[in-house]
């Protein structure tokens, strides 16, 4: 089975922290994903990367950086963190395909409080 | 851009009863993916459901089954024989697949909550 394994499933930081979000998928998948999750808002994507140094903003990149200095590993930086940045973050990863069988498999988030 | 909307924030069923949950999305794509997934108080997703839209025949897994409206933009799931397991957030998703990535869009969500 795939694994999508996120490092922590739940973080506080304090206001003007830098904060690090580790992913890392065993399916050697292309693509990674952050998706950041509220009531209400559903998931949001936040930054994809769809191979190794290369990154895209999402729908809402401010506040954020991401890092692929590895195929299996995609990091979410915060760089100081705000109280308004406090939500469930989801990682995912998808084979790079076309008109196959596409679907994103996800980890099972971080609670992140920021106090 | 692709938007999904999903406009039952909430909802509840009895055991054993069926429960429809709606989706509507807007794209100007002519092919693209539609999914439902399930989020368990795990927080797991868990892929339900996943559709063509170049296939005309709704998806089918199990007790779990969409109606597929492609004219209408309107991707529901169907979900027969209810279980207590069942109770989860569910989240309808849209993939436009592309060269250099496969991201997909998603509804804010419905929760569902089965009552014995």
């Known amino acids: 089975d795939v694994k999508v394994t996120q490092s922590s499933r739940y973080l506080v930081k304090r206001t003007g922290e830098k904060v690090f979000l580790e992913c890392v998928q065993d399916m050697d998948h292309e693509n990674m994903f952050w998706y950041r999750q509220d009531p209400g808002l559903g998931l949001r994507l936040i930054y994809f990367s769809y191979d190794v140094k290369m990154k895209e903003k999402g729908d809402i990149p401010e506040g954020y950086s991401v890092s692929r200095e590895k195929k299996e590993r995609f990091s979410l930086i915060l760089e100081s963190a705000s109280t308004n940045q406090t939500s469930m973050y989801l990682c995912?990863?998808?084979?790079?395909?076309?008109?196959?069988?596409?679907?994103?498999?996800f980890g099972s988030g971080t609670q992140l409080s920021v106090l | 851009a692709q938007t999904v909307t999903q406009s039952q924030p909430e909802m509840s069923v009895q055991e054993a009863e069926t429960v429809t949950l709606s989706c509507t999305y807007d794209t100007s794509e002519s092919n693209y993916y539609l999914f439902w997934y399930k989020q368990p108080p795990s927080r797991q997703m868990i892929l339900v459901i996943r559709q063509e839209a170049y296939k005309q025949q709704n998806a089918t897994e199990n007790r779990f089954s969409v109606n597929f409206q492609k004219a209408a933009k309107s991707f529901s799931l169907k979900i027969s024989d209810s279980q207590l397991g069942d109770t989860a957030m569910y989240f309808c998703a849209f993939m436009r697949p592309s060269y250099n990535n496969n991201d997909m869009r998603f509804g804010a969500g419905t929760r569902l909550t089965v009552k014995p």
């Open positions: 995912a990863s998808s084979l790079f395909s076309f008109g196959t069988n596409e679907k994103l498999f």
